[in-house]
């Protein structure tokens, strides 16, 4: 029997390479080894503010950016969140368990609710990390694939799944991360100091899946860069350190091999290769995507999402029974 991995990403708006190096990649890895379930989390997106419309349709879209990554539906699961309810019933059972102290200490929570003030942020946005558990936690998957921004809120989902089978009988596989060396946190290109994400507000902080040739060297030229010349790895020096990440992940050289390319060279030149070696990278993926239809995407979450609700429900009921709401 393969062990199984669950993950998923948000409809909020366009994927950026940060997604791409530090999730979609290792999904697509993954799949060989793993009974893989992917999900389109769009109830995780009304945390914040959308348009419903412009939801639907990214919902959609970000179907197509899983199978033109390489998620390949005759091996792995790919369904929208909101087609299996289970999902929005075992997080009311988790929330329960879930302390309002733990919820309070997520760095995310802190970070989107500090836009606004925090009076007004939503209830949804604050119990977030409790949807993501039950989210894995119906698949009792083994592994959890994610960038290094939601290792904090995997750390709830296997407190809660030890809390809830300590309380009630053993009911939830603990699920580990897995969370990539190289690439888990891909760094905004205007202050590397920030995670690229697709709600900055300044476009040429990402580069985004669908950007082109163009845009991706200029978005590239534009980026930031600490002082010192030399082109090395350097913890200290967070521009050039993101920057020679994204060069190592998209070539696929070793730090080595990176750092021995751009030997004596000068950031005109290293910034050129990075765009050309980026736009190389992007390019399979960008006319891929274009082969995805509609319809098939219909069917693909459609046959996704039950094949997904089998396994969530046989879990929910086992969760009632053991609570005693059966
Ligand atoms: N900058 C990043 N570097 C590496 N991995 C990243 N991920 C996100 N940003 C980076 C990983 O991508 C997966 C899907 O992310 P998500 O859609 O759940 O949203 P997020 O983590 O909240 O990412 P964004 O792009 O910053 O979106 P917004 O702006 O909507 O919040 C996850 O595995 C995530 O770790």
């Known amino acids: 029997m393969k062990k199984r991995i669950f993950s998923g990403a948000q409809p909020t708006g366009e994927l950026h390479i940060g997604n791409y190096l530090g999730a979609l990649k290792n999904w697509v890895a993954l799949q060989d080894d793993y009974e893989a379930f992917y999900c389109i989390v769009n109830l995780h997106a ?24 390489g998620v390949d539906p005759s091996r792995s699961t790919i369904f929208i969140q909101s087609d299996v309810a289970a999902h929005a019933e075992l997080t009311w059972v988790l929330s329960c368990i879930a302390r309002m102290g733990e919820l309070e200490r997520m760095t995310q929570f ?30 009792q998957a083994d592994l959890v694939p994610v960038g290094q921004d939601q290792k904090q809120h995997l750390e709830l989902s296997r407190d809660l799944a030890v809390r809830f089978n300590r309380d009630f009988g053993e009911t939830f596989k603990v699920p580990d991360p897995y969370i990539p060396k190289a690439g888990a946190s891909i760094k905004s290109l205007q202050d590397p100091t920030k995670k690229m994400s697709k709600s900055d507000e300044n476009p040429k902080a990402s580069i ?116 005693g709401i059966s």
């Not at 009076?119 to 409790?130: C, K, M, N, S």
């Not at 020679?244 to 050289?253: D, E, S, W």
């Not at 089998?310 to 053991?322: H, M």
């Open 46 to 69: 009304i945390t914040l503010p959308q348009d419903p419309a412009t939801l639907r349709q990214k919902t959609l879209d970000l179907a197509r950016v899983y199978l033109a990554a």
């Open 208 to 323: 985004f899946l669908t950007d082109d040739a163009d845009t991706i060297a200029k978005k590239i030229k534009s980026a930031v860069t600490d002082s010192g010349t030399d082109i090395k790895f350097d913890e200290s020096r967070p521009a050039i350190n993101n920057l020679l990440t994204i060069y190592q992940l998209v070539t696929g050289k070793s730090a080595e091999e990176c750092e021995a390319n751009f030997e004596g060279k000068m950031y005109g030149q290293f910034k050129g290769e990075l765009a050309e070696a980026t736009i190389e990278f992007m390019r399979p993926f960008q006319e891929r995507i274009k082969q995805f239809d509609d319809e098939t995407v219909k069917e693909i979450l459609r046959t996704g999402a039950d094949s997904a609700r089998s396994i969530a429900n046989a879990t929910l009921r086992d969760v009632y029974q053991k609570t």
């Open 110 to 139: 802190k970070d989107k609710s500090s836009k606004g003030s925090s009076e007004r942020a939503g209830v949804g946005l604050f119990t977030y990390p409790v949807l993501m558990a039950a989210d894995i936690l119906l698949y």
